[in-house]
């Protein structure tokens, strides 16, 4: 092994029985773990509503939403249907709870004004792929070691699962279906690929397959995975575009007009471009 492979070898400290094990524990959402994301929800809600910041990371934090994504992307990889299945089962009952508790928070609170926390969250870009692929290859690879590392809570605010649910909970409750459909898709991104990242550094591991799974439903499995990142992605591609086009435009606006206003001695209030 060569110096700059020992460097960046990450086979050494991986424990597989112990990753399959852990994971396959986290992905049950029961008991306490229900109460978990109900409070994170509910954290993340009011963290929106109030343009906390300190508060949402609090939310991202203790959320439990990152195990069944991982389980996700695990199960695919060693060929386990009823790790997929638990997986996908309570990755969608979190969801759904965690839309209901935000919709029934922004249905009661008072304010309910778009905050800029909000609209953060409303317009996912390329660049929100590259932080859920790169941040779930974190995620897996501190999993799999043998000792504990501090890794996850890092993930778990950089990718922010938690936050987006709330935002779309938030289109709901008000009727801002844009607002929903963009926080969903922010959401989407997040899932899919921290997967994806889960599914490609587990078989770079060479994690143990199941038995008694034949080579077509793992090709199989294999294209329907690289089919859903291809068509999550193209559109993410469309909304940098649009962003980066976004900003030129206001970067002209300011040259050419506000520039010349302000030169006259004259005070810009706000400005809004559409």
Same mark, same amino acid.
């Given at each position: ?89 309570? *990755? ?135 089919? *859903? ?23 002209? *606006? ?21």
């Amino acid at each position: 092994m060569t110096f700059l492979q020992k460097i960046f070898s990450i086979h050494e400290g991986t424990d597989k029985e112990k990753t399959i094990r852990d994971v396959s524990e986290g992905v049950n959402l029961r008991g306490y773990n229900i109460w978990i994301l109900i409070c994170s929800a509910m954290l993340a809600s009011i963290g929106l509503d109030t343009n906390s910041t300190a508060v949402i990371i609090g939310a991202m934090l203790i959320s439990p939403l990152m195990s069944p994504i991982l389980g996700v992307g695990l199960s695919i990889a060693i060929h386990d249907k009823e790790l997929l299945f638990r997986s996908v089962r309570n *990755l969608s009952i979190a969801v759904v709870l965690s839309l209901a508790t935000s919709v029934f928070f922004f249905l009661l609170t008072p304010l309910r004004d778009v905050t800029s926390e909000i609209q953060a969250r409303t317009y996912p870009t390329l660049l929100d792929v590259l932080i859920a692929l790169f941040g779930g290859i974190a995620g897996i690879v501190s999993a799999s070691r043998s000792e504990k590392t501090t890794a996850i809570p890092g993930v778990a605010i950089a990718t922010a699962l938690m936050p987006p649910l709330c935002t779309a909970g938030y289109g709901i409750a008000t009727s801002q279906w844009s607002y929903f459909f963009g926080a969903f898709y922010l959401f989407f991104i997040n899932a899919v690929f921290i997967s994806l990242a889960t599914f490609l550094i587990t078989k770079y591991l060479k994690f143990h397959e199941k038995e008694y799974v034949d080579q077509r439903l793992q090709k199989l499995y294999s294209r329907w995975f690289t089919a *859903l990142a291809i068509i999550v992605i193209l559109p993410s591609i469309y909304f940098l575009y649009t962003v980066y086009k976004k900003e030129s435009a206001r970067k002209q *606006l300011q040259v050419l007009v506000l520039d010349q206003i302000q030169s006259g001695g004259n005070e810009i209030l706000k400005w809004e471009l559409q």
